[in-house]
């Protein structure tokens, strides 16, 4: 059974930072390209950083050289860290894969204040 557990989200200020963790079980994480997902009110779900089985990553527009995505995939892990969040930031994060295999977990809530 395939689980996906988002932790680390929290209220912050605007320019804060954050580090988002996915502990993921049940499928061969190490052979996976794996996502950062976000979902803001009233917003459809958006794909904000990708890093491939090899390690190359891809981010969007609007996160590019605030966000870092990365894993350690001995723990099976998937992290991101944030920087200079803005109230446009605020969201559910959830992680998955890049072609969206498995259930969603809970997600974990990112605030920010301005």
């Known amino acids: 059974q395939v689980q996906l557990v988002e932790s680390g989200g929290d209220l912050v200020q605007a320019g804060g930072s954050l580090r988002l963790s996915c502990a993921t079980s049940g499928f061969v994480f190490s052979l996976a390209d794996m996502g950062w997902y976000r979902q803001a009110p009233g917003k459809e779900r958006e794909l904000v950083a990708r890093?491939?089985?090899?390690?190359?990553?891809i981010y969007a527009d609007s996160v590019k050289g605030r966000f870092t995505i990365s894993r350690d995939n001995a723990k099976n892990t998937l992290y991101l860290q944030m920087k200079s969040l803005n109230p446009e930031d605020t969201a559910v994060y959830h992680c998955?894969?890049?072609?969206?295999?498995?259930?969603w977990g809970q997600g974990t809530q990112v605030t920010v204040s301005s």
């Open positions: 890093i491939t089985r090899y390690g190359y990553t």
């Open positions: 998955n894969t890049v072609r969206r295999e498995y259930p």
